[in-house]
């Protein structure tokens, strides 16, 4: 047969073999033979047609084929030996010509005919543009929607014919997945609702036909589970869509066009088995090595495994040259129209800049591909090529159509909704980036969406503080950290693998400037280390062992102004030293920066840095060196008005009557207008000038409402030193009369109004707050709004007006808390000293003296620091001599009196001073601090009084101490009486326990003899009769009789009194005998109730039967059991309770007709021989059981 004319079979394994290593192009249409032999229909013979060189018209064929009358088939290979040539439009047309010739034959094989035109169209879709070219009429061009539309009008003439022909279903099936292809993604669904858009509908559509197919060829058709597997991967179920995959794998192991393993690769790369499907492609790539799908999915692959690394890393480089050399090389060779190929070959070429090269591939990936994602990939190749070219209205085009080819909205391309975010910023559009960049981080927290979004905050916050816009900024603040904090903890998971980005710490540094500056310094030292890292080892000094020698050695080559920044935050926090070594290697590294020669304002920067260096000299107590970095400063740039005036504030420091005016007049004299120079003329007016009463004639005042008036009413400084200089004259203000005190207060409220202005300027001037506060302690003695100044103020002066204040507040402790710095000593010590007069206490007042004594040693020379410490030692000396003597010790009269002397002393020494601190102090002053304390104690008695205090104290813990013993030992007596007593009445217990078990057993022994005497056996029947009496027996005595009457007659008093309440002791009598009557009635009256037919007993006898029918004593546990429950009882409560419960004894019982019937009252379980006899025994069992009653009653 013509099938069989290449010499293989379809489906042999050999072919399949053979044709993996041809061409692509010949491996679908390997079926399709070199040559065919048509049969003439006149002759004999056969026409032979090679299918190799086809002409390029074929009408001749055509006639050939019509002429001949030639079968379906013919026209199939000759059409498909067209197409295997890649002529589809000349295949279509025999194909069409063969439908017209064969209109007289059978429709299947019209149909058959209409088949292939069906899925040449296909492949004509497949290969055509997805858009129309530039500069072609859209009616003229042939887009893949337009060959759809030609395969669906065959298609449906085919179905016309019969719906039913099973080759239909699988074309139906490949031209819905194609429709779908073009169709764009589905927007997102409320969960719940099905999702009913065009494309979704069309890939259902496309699982019906499958469906359909499979079953019309019985589940063999792989193409059919091919397709349905195919568009589940387009539905997002790629679970289902590896299983069909892995299901065609299984059915055709050999099958490599098209081949499942990319399928496969695919679907575990959608479920993130990213290795897995790496070795799915490699397997597809071994079977077939020039399979181009195959090549550019594994350059994917390692494009993917770049991206993990760093771009410094080694590893980044060599996986970067594997995808593109390797992969994406051979891939582009082997099919340059691929557009995946395309796409990813885009992507290397942008970033080497060749934009006309990316602008060819990204039209070809955008027009020839059926699939969304690469075409988006075309988009934003555009999009990024016109971004650099700085067209930002084509690059926002191109980004939102990428983002819009991969769903756009929720969905889309993240990448494309950054580059659209960055040309709305570019036009100034912050707002509608800010809103596009809320829905991304809403979605999903990406970093690089929080990266952009926190820097937006706080570009913003930076622009509003550099225009000075006072509007709260606290939630831009608060979320812009908040957003760059979380892409800071992102570094840290390792899974992620995201190097750090320094402008993240960059931002985070300056938004925690003001608020956290320790934070602030953290970003920073994060930052050095970073770029330390990143110092390639070439440029590392060799034989440095010691760390911190590297470290210093390598911040030279780090930017100088990460450095200065650096120094400025350890000056801030008080670490000079440190300060002034960043802010010298700064100035090296400035050295480094200029020999780069990078462009860099080198001059600008060591300006800088030196004026900080020359800051931090002079804090650390070096003004030689400070002055020589300022005079530099000044020689290379004689307008440097700071460096100026730092030289005249040192000078007026060194020499404030000399040289430091000279320098202050011509600094003043030179840059008058300068708002620092005026502040600082200020300060030195402020030193120097002499305080008048009137607030007019101040100097410093005139000053600073020239400086208001006529440069910056909102000059900070000059608000503030206004507020001061009415504050100080409002204190000396005369408040003898209401007049007087109404002045004072209005210049209080004036000095407030400037500091009021001065902190709406300057939330966090502390000077001013504390202003106001001393302002309401004077004026109006508010103390606790005074207080409240440490809530929101961290200055070292705000502490020492606190601390004046909480001792104004007699709040002492606070205020000793509050003053912690060397220079203010003595306020500590008067702190101590009023403490401990208000509480009387020696210890305070030594405390006090010790500070006293601390300030004096810092500044010998003010000799009112001497009257403080004689002072304090006086008043030591009168607490003393008033204080009870329970309340001091002989060490501390001691120390009093010693220290007395040196008053004494102090003030004769200050009395001869020609300048006395305080008012004059007198030789006879002296000597009366010195007599009033010693005339008002006997220091003589005092030094005594604490041992006789300590004996006293002992004598008295002494007695206390046998006081406590006797009681003990009361105690411990009264304990062990109370244990003999209880151990007593157990032993009691126990003992009339044991005799009534030794009672119950003599009488049950009794009744068991009695029994065996009066009954015996009868030798025929077997039972148990009475004996009978001798006839004619000898007459018992009297005497017996009377014997037996008596003993009669006592049980019977025994019962009677068992029926009387008791008047004697129950332990002193025997128990009684109780005797029970048992009436027997001859006539019984039937009755309806059941109980008039029961025995009626006692309480106690129900309480007692149960034990007692046992016949055996109670156990030791239940005799314990007793006894635990009446422990509590004493001795007469014991013998009363005993005697009411034998109150309770009842003793008659009333039997009914039932006895008749061989029932008994027999508690021992005897049985009577006659009713006689029975009714006796059955007495004397019940005395016996109420003997037995009694005696567990008394337990």
Same mark, same amino acid.
């Given at each position: 047969m013509a099938s069989f004319q290449n010499g293989y079979v379809n489906g042999s394994t050999v072919a399949l073999d053979n044709a993996a290593n041809a061409p692509p192009a010949n491996l679908r249409f390997s079926d399709i033979p070199s040559a065919i032999d048509i049969p003439a229909s006149s002759f004999d013979t056969e026409v032979e047609i090679s299918l190799e060189e086809l002409p390029e018209d074929p009408t001749e064929l055509c006639t050939l084929l019509d002429n001949e009358q030639a079968t379906k088939n013919f026209w199939v290979i000759i059409s498909l030996a067209y197409a295997k040539h890649n002529q589809l439009d000349l295949a279509i047309e025999i194909l069409n010509r063969g439908i017209a010739s064969l209109s007289h034959g059978a429709s299947v094989e019209k149909l058959g005919l209409l088949n292939w035109i069906c899925w040449l169209y296909l492949l004509k879709s497949r290969q055509a543009p997805r858009v129309a070219p530039e500069g072609q009429l859209l009616s003229e061009a042939r887009t893949k929607d337009y060959y759809l539309q030609a395969a669906t009008a065959t298609l449906n003439e085919a179905t016309r014919m019969n719906p039913a022909f099973p080759p239909l279903f699988l074309a139906r099936g490949v031209l819905s997945l194609l429709r779908a292809s073009l169709q764009p993604p589905a927007k997102p669904i409320r969960p719940g609702t099905v999702d009913t858009s065009e494309r979704v509908e069309s890939l259902r559509q496309a699982l019906k036909c499958f469906d359909e197919s499979s079953k019309a060829f019985g589940n063999r058709n792989v193409m059919a589970i091919l397709g349905r597997a195919r568009a589940q991967y387009m539905l997002g179920r790629y679970a289902e869509a590896l299983e069909?995959?892995?299901?065609?794998? +299984?059915?055709?192991?050999?099958?490599?066009?098209?081949?499942?393993?990319?399928?496969?690769?695919?679907? #575990?790369?959608?479920?993130?088995?990213?290795?897995?499907?790496?070795?799915?492609?490699?397997?597809?790539?071994?079977?077939?090595?020039?399979?181009?799908?195959?090549?550019?999915?594994?350059?994917?692959?390692?494009?993917?495994?770049?991206?993990?690394?760093?771009?410094?890393?080694?590893?980044?480089?060599?996986?970067?040259?594997?995808?593109?050399?390797?992969?994406?090389?051979?891939?582009?060779?082997?099919?340059?129209?691929?557009?995946?190929?395309?796409? +990813?070959?885009?992507?290397?070429?942008?970033?080497?800049?060749h934009f006309p090269t990316v602008e060819a591939l990204a039209r070809k990936a955008i027009e020839l591909t059926d699939v969304n994602a690469i075409a988006s990939d075309g988009w934003y190749l555009l999009a990024r090529k016109e971004h650099e070219e700085g067209d930002p209205s084509k690059a926002q085009e191109y980004y939102n159509r990428s983002d819009q080819a991969r769903g756009g909205s929720d969905k889309g391309y993240l990448p494309a909704k950054f580059g659209a975010v960055q040309m709305q910023i570019k036009a100034h559009d912050k707002d509608g980036a800010k809103f596009r960049l809320e829905k991304i981080f809403q979605q999903k927290k990406n970093p690089e969406a929080m990266t952009l979004l926190g820097s937006l905050y706080a570009e913003e916050i930076f622009e509003a503080l550099a225009s000075g816009n006072k509007e709260d900024k606290s939630t831009e603040i608060k979320k812009a950290i908040g957003l760059l904090e979380a892409v800071r903890a992102s570094w840290k998971d390792e899974k992620k693998k995201i190097s750090p980005d320094i402008s993240v710490l960059l931002y985070l540094a300056r938004l925690y400037e003001t608020s956290a500056p320790e934070k602030s310094m953290q970003c920073l030292s994060q930052i050095e280390q970073i770029q330390l890292a990143q110092i390639p080892q070439e440029d590392r000094p060799d034989n440095v062992e010691d760390e911190e020698t590297m470290t210093n050695i390598l911040r030279e080559r780090l930017a100088p102004q990460l450095l200065n920044n650096m120094g400025c935050f350890f000056y801030q926090a008080d670490k000079i030293e440190q300060a002034r070594n960043m802010f010298q290697t700064a100035l090296n590294a400035c050295v480094k920066t200029q020999e780069k020669d990078d462009g860099t304002d080198t001059d600008a920067l060591v300006t800088t840095i030196s004026y900080n260096l020359g800051r931090t000299y002079e804090t650390a107590g070096m003004p030689e060196e400070a002055e020589k970095v300022y005079k530099g400063l000044l020689e290379r740039h004689s307008d440097y008005t700071e460096a100026n005036a730092r030289l005249t504030y040192m000078a007026l420091r060194q020499s404030p009557t000399d040289e430091g005016p000279k320098k202050m007049a011509k600094l003043y004299e030179a840059e008058a207008t300068n708002l620092e120079v005026r502040a600082l003329f200020g300060w030195y007016l402020n030193k120097s000038k002499r305080r008048t009463a009137n607030i007019a004639e101040d100097h410093e005042q005139r000053h600073h409402k020239h400086t208001l008036?006529?440069?910056?009413?909102?000059?900070?400084?000059? #608000?503030?030193?206004?507020?001061?200089?009415?504050?100080?004259?409002?204190?000396?203000?005369?408040?003898?009369?209401?007049?007087?005190?109404?002045?004072?207060?209005k210049v209080y409220e004036r000095a407030v109004e400037f500091f009021d202005k001065a902190l709406q300027l300057d939330p966090k001037n502390a000077y001013a707050a504390q202003g106001i506060a001393i302002a309401l302690v004077d004026d109006r003695k508010d103390y606790a709004s005074a207080g409240s100044i440490r809530d929101s103020i961290r200055d070292a002066s705000v502490y020492l007006n606190l601390g004046h204040v909480f001792a104004e507040l007699r709040q002492f402790s606070k205020s000793i808390e509050t003053a912690k710095d060397p220079q203010i000593l003595s306020c500590l010590g008067r702190v101590w000293f009023l403490k401990g007069k208000q509480e009387r206490s020696i210890t305070s007042m030594r405390t006090a003296l010790e500070y006293?004594?601390?300030?004096?040693?810092?500044?010998?020379?003010?000799?009112?620091?001497?009257?403080?410490?004689?002072?304090?030692?006086?008043?030591?000396?009168?607490?003393?001599?008033?204080?009870?003597?329970?309340?001091?010790?002989?060490?501390?009269?001691?120390?009093?009196?010693?220290?007395?002397?040196?008053a004494v002393v102090t003030?004769?020494?200050?009395?001869?001073?020609?300048?006395?601190?305080?008012?004059?102090?007198?030789?006879?002053?002296?000597?009366?601090?010195?007599?009033?304390?010693?005339?008002?104690?006997?220091?003589?008695?005092?030094?005594?009084?604490?041992?006789?205090?300590?004996?006293?104290?002992?004598?008295?813990?002494?007695?206390?101490?046998?006081?406590?013993?006797?009681?003990?030992?009361?105690?411990?007596?009264?304990?062990?009486?109370?244990?003999?007593?209880?151990?007593?009445?157990?032993?009691?217990?126990?003992? +009339?326990?044991?005799?009534?078990?030794?009672?119950?057993?003599?009488?049950?022994?009794?009744?068991?003899?009695?029994?065996?005497?009066?009954?015996?056996?009868?030798?025929?029947?077997?039972?148990?009769?009475?004996?009978?009496?001798?006839?004619?027996?000898?007459?018992?005595?009297?005497?017996?009789?009377?014997?037996?009457?008596?003993?009669?007659?006592?049980?019977?008093?025994?019962?009677?009194?068992?029926?009387?309440?008791?008047?004697?002791?129950?332990?002193?009598?025997?128990?009684?005998?109780?005797?029970?009557?048992?009436?027997?009635?001859?006539?019984?009256?039937?009755?309806?109730?059941?109980?008039?037919?029961?025995?009626?007993?006692?309480?106690?006898?129900?309480?007692?039967?149960?034990?007692?029918?046992?016949?055996?004593?109670?156990?030791?546990?239940?005799?314990?059991?007793?006894?635990?429950?009446?422990?509590? #009882?004493?001795?007469?409560?014991?013998?009363?309770?005993?005697?009411?419960?034998?109150?309770?004894?009842?003793?008659?019982?009333?039997?009914?007709?039932?006895?008749?019937?061989?029932?008994?009252?027999?508690?021992?379980?005897?049985?009577?021989?006659?009713?006689?006899?029975?009714?006796?025994?059955?007495?004397?069992?019940?005395?016996?059981?109420?003997?037995?009653?009694?005696?567990?009653?008394?337990?």
């Open positions: 069909g995959y892995q299901d065609v794998l +299984m059915k055709m192991p050999n099958m490599t066009d098209p081949d499942p393993r990319i399928g496969i690769g695919c679907c #575990l790369w959608q479920l993130d088995f990213k290795d897995q499907a790496k070795a799915a492609w490699n397997r597809a790539l071994a079977l077939n090595p020039n399979s181009k799908v195959a090549n550019i999915l594994l350059a994917a692959y390692y494009l993917y495994d770049s991206s993990r690394h760093a771009t410094t890393d080694p590893a980044f480089g060599s996986l970067y040259k594997l995808a593109m050399t390797q992969y994406t090389q051979k891939a582009f060779k082997l099919d340059k129209e691929y557009p995946l190929t395309c796409a +990813m070959f885009g992507g290397y070429f942008l970033l080497r800049r008036q006529g440069y910056d009413k909102h000059d900070r400084y000059s #608000l503030t030193a206004m507020g001061n200089i009415h504050l100080m004259v409002a204190r000396d203000m005369r408040r003898d009369g209401e007049q007087d005190r109404e002045k004072r207060r006293a004594e601390r300030a004096r040693a810092v500044a010998p020379e003010q000799k009112h620091l001497d009257f403080n410490i004689a002072f304090v030692q006086n008043e030591m000396a009168h607490l003393a001599s008033n204080l009870p003597e329970t309340q001091k010790t002989s060490q501390e009269i001691e120390e009093a009196l010693s220290g007395l002397d040196e003030f004769e020494k200050i009395a001869k001073a020609p300048n006395p601190p305080y008012r004059p102090i007198s030789h006879e002053t002296a000597s009366e601090h010195d007599q009033k304390p010693r005339q008002s104690i006997n220091f003589s008695v005092l030094l005594q009084s604490p041992e006789r205090n300590a004996a006293k104290l002992q004598q008295a813990r002494e007695a206390r101490d046998a006081e406590q013993r006797r009681r003990e030992e009361k105690r411990r007596k009264a304990e062990e009486a109370e244990a003999e007593r209880k151990r007593q009445i157990a032993e009691e217990r126990q003992q +009339m326990v044991e005799e009534a078990q030794r009672l119950a057993a003599i009488r049950a022994e009794e009744e068991k003899a009695r029994e065996a005497a009066e009954y015996t056996t009868d030798s025929e029947t077997g039972d148990r009769v009475k004996r009978k009496k001798a006839s004619g027996g000898k007459r018992k005595k009297k005497g017996e009789d009377g014997e037996r009457e008596t003993s009669r007659k006592s049980r019977a008093k025994s019962a009677a009194s068992s029926r009387t309440p008791a008047t004697s002791d129950a332990e002193d009598q025997p128990a009684p005998r109780k005797r029970r009557r048992l009436e027997r009635r001859a006539t019984a009256k039937s009755s309806k109730y059941k109980s008039s037919e029961i025995v009626v007993e006692s309480e106690s006898d129900e309480e007692t039967g149960a034990p007692a029918s046992n016949g055996s004593p109670p156990t030791a546990d239940e005799r314990d059991e007793r006894m635990r429950d009446t422990g509590h #009882l004493d001795e007469d409560d014991e013998d009363t309770l005993v005697s009411r419960r034998r109150k309770k004894v009842n003793l008659r019982i009333e039997d009914d007709e039932d006895e008749d019937e061989g029932e008994h009252d027999d508690l021992f379980d005897e049985k009577p021989g006659s009713e006689g006899e029975g009714a006796k025994a059955g007495g004397d069992d019940i005395g016996v059981d109420a003997e037995m009653k009694d005696a567990e009653d008394e337990e």
